[in-house]
């Protein structure tokens, strides 16, 4: 499969910290892969994710976009990038088909071309009834299918999701992953973070693993578990980063 | 193109999505301007048209004292109440009781203190003019004061001390008189002529009034033309609570984040705020102006009258709406919270607003503080605003503030982008 990003040797240590977030982080991502970036609490995940996605800088080492194996800028990506960040990044005084139209229109994707694709966004997800209601008087698993439609608007070749289904009902969580199933069946390259190990272990089929700011383990999740001998990410996960508290 | 309209758009429905909110932002300038004109109109009424309340408490064994009490009555800026023989206590009861403010006591000796300072100053003057011998005057130091004047404690002493030279102004006239008969009585006359005495009172000099601005009409300055330019900016400035915070929250709830991921320049995001809170900032004046100028009257207000140069009036209104919109959008980037921008924001206006003239004139401040007060936007505001509504609005009068509000505007965009490069969002 063709790389699409290439991080190389990313760390990152914040103002007013000595500890390094990152260390000498470096792996690849290709098309069309379903990579999860797991690791406990302050491992440096939405870090990553951060970097990668311009958010914020790194300290040391870069990241090498790949469009048909050509070298492009983050800026050249940024259309072909979706994300959808741990918080709700909306506006809950707007309806979610405000919200819609106008990140989506940020992508200048022609307004009736935006219309049909807003409504039908927030029809798969389950919100045509409330697709003019203010997002405040959301539930949590709502806002959650919020957040997915507006980071996929532009419907990205590359999708970022930090924890998407962190805090919702099964119902919510199940429509999640089968849109992002159905995203990476149509060739979107989908990068996540979350704590549900076998939320995990079923969606994807690379994990990269992260603790204490470090790269423990990057490589296909049977791959894993066939060299640790474990039977589950969970196991998996607790043997090689251990039970301690990482608050 | 698309993107800046679509943001614009984002802005208008964030701004209409609180329709109370947006309602308080027009209706609360418009009652600030109309309650403070009222009472400034109501204390300048209070003045000028006979409604002060005094009680005259006169103990006067003469009749110098009911001479007082006429010329006050005559003057027609009091409504007084006669009384007599009350003690200090009853007088300060009755003020901290009453509906009285103000008390003048007239004591027993009053008539007899002014015609012996009368009789001595009157004697002096014979005796510089050779009519009367040095050794035949008499000095006499005055023992008591003739007059006391109490005060409810809640009355203000600017307010107070009007009052008070008002009486002095009429004393003097009395006065005047005294020494006047007390020259014709020593120099061997029988009495001052009928005429000259009714002129004492009657015929005094009127002191015309000249407003130094240059509008054709000759329009005198009043509470409408002081108060509504002056509390309209105050209220503009105020929007630093909306758009501070709505910043704020932009930038807590990751929207701002959200933008980095987008092939969107930041700077619509922030033009698309300037230009949507602008529209607001110049409705709210539109709308007071509008109502200064044809419901006041109907309320007994002046009316407002609008300045002859309009560009200027516009160019004015312009930069204090960037000026109120860029301070309000520094603040909501600095700020850590909705409750920081809030609080800060509201604080550093009301600041802005004591230091730059808008409560009280700068010039009656202190030298350090009216120097201090010149980095007030508002007191450049305000200044472009009283030379367009009170000094005719010349360009060479606007331009001091048209410089500063650029100045002021340019450092807060300055700052805005530091910020936001520091935060990687530009």
């Known amino acids: 499969m063709k790389e699409v990003i290439e991080i190389n040797s990313i760390s990152k240590i914040y103002k007013r910290s000595t500890e390094k977030s990152l260390s000498n982080i470096s792996f690849s991502i290709e098309k069309g892969d379903k990579i999860a970036i797991l690791g406990p609490n302050g491992a440096g995940k939405t870090t990553l994710i951060s970097i990668i996605c311009g958010i914020i800088d790194s300290s040391e080492g870069e990241i090498n976009f790949k469009i048909d194996d050509k070298e492009v800028n983050l800026k050249s990506m940024l259309f072909k990038i979706g994300y959808v960040p741990q918080d709700f990044s909306f506006y809950e005084e707007l309806s979610p088909f405000q919200n819609l139209m106008y990140f989506g229109s940020l992508y200048s994707i022609p307004k009736n071309k935006l219309k049909s694709k807003a409504k039908n966004l927030l029809t798969v997800l389950g919100l045509s009834h409330v697709i003019n209601k203010k997002i405040k008087k959301f539930s949590g698993g709502m806002k959650r299918r919020v957040n997915l439609a507006i980071g996929i608007i532009n419907d990205p070749e590359l999708l970022f999701l930090d924890e998407p289904t962190v805090g919702v009902d099964v119902q919510s969580k199940n429509a999640i992953i089968s849109y992002l199933e159905e995203l990476n069946a149509n060739g979107t390259t989908i990068i996540y973070t979350s704590h549900h190990l076998n939320e995990a272990q079923e969606f994807c089929n690379r994990v990269v693993l992260l603790d204490q700011g470090e790269l423990i383990e990057n490589n296909s999740l049977s791959t894993l578990l066939s060299e640790h001998n474990e039977l589950s990410l969970e196991s998996l996960f607790l043997k090689l980063t251990g039970k301690a508290y990482r608050d | 193109m698309g993107k800046l309209i679509a943001s614009i758009k984002k802005e208008f429905l964030l701004l209409t999505s609180d329709k109370i909110g947006l309602l308080l932002m027009y ?400």
């Open chain 2, 27 to 426: 209706l609360m300038p418009v009652f600030l301007v109309f309650v403070i004109t009222i009472v400034q109109d109501s204390t300048f009424k209070l003045v000028n048209e006979n409604s002060i309340e005094i009680l005259v408490v006169n103990n006067d064994q003469g009749t110098l004292g009911n001479d007082l009490v006429e010329i006050l009555q005559r003057s027609g800026s009091f409504k007084i109440t006669k009384s007599k023989n009350l003690s200090e206590e009853k007088i300060k009861h009755i003020l901290l009781s009453d509906d009285q403010i103000l008390a003048i006591e007239i004591s027993k000796n009053f008539t007899y203190e002014l015609t012996t300072k009368a009789k001595s100053i009157s004697r002096e003057i014979l005796e510089e003019f050779g009519v009367l011998d040095s050794d035949t005057i008499v000095q006499e130091n005055q023992k008591n004061s003739p007059l006391n004047i109490y005060y409810d404690p809640i009355l203000q002493e600017n307010f107070r001390l009007s009052i008070v030279n008002s009486v002095y102004s009429f004393l003097g006239a009395i006065e005047n008189k005294l020494m006047i008969e007390k020259l014709y009585t020593e120099m061997g006359f029988d009495n001052i002529p009928k005429s000259l005495e009714a002129n004492f009172t009657a015929n005094r000099i009127q002191i015309n009034q000249i407003s130094a601005s240059k509008f054709s009409n000759k329009a005198m300055p009043n509470s409408t033309q002081h108060n509504v330019p002056a509390w309209s900016i105050f209220a503009m400035f105020f929007m630093i609570i909306s758009l501070g915070g709505n910043i704020v929250k932009e930038r807590l709830n990751g929207s701002f984040v959200r933008l980095q991921t987008i092939p969107s320049s930041f700077l619509i995001a922030l033009i698309s705020k300037v230009f949507i809170y602008l529209i607001v900032a110049l409705t709210q004046l539109t709308v007071i102006f509008l109502l200064g100028m044809y419901f006041f009257p109907n309320i007994g207000l002046p009316s407002l009258s609008l300045p002859s140069n309009l560009v200027g009036l516009v160019v004015i209104s312009i930069l204090s709406g960037l000026a109120a919109i860029s301070f309000a959008m520094l603040v909501g980037t600095y700020a850590k919270t909705v409750e920081q921008a809030s609080g800060f924001g509201a604080i550093t206006i009301i600041i802005f607003a004591a230091i730059g003239g808008v409560w009280v004139p700068s010039f009656v401040m202190p030298e350090y503080l009216q120097n201090i007060g010149e980095i007030s936007p508002l007191h450049w505001s305000l200044e472009g605003f009283y030379a367009l509504f009170l000094r005719g609005g010349e360009w060479n009068l606007l331009l001091p503030s048209i410089l500063f509000l650029i100045f002021f505007i340019f450092v807060c965009q300055i700052l805005i982008y530091l910020k936001l490069k520091i935060q990687n969002y530009i």
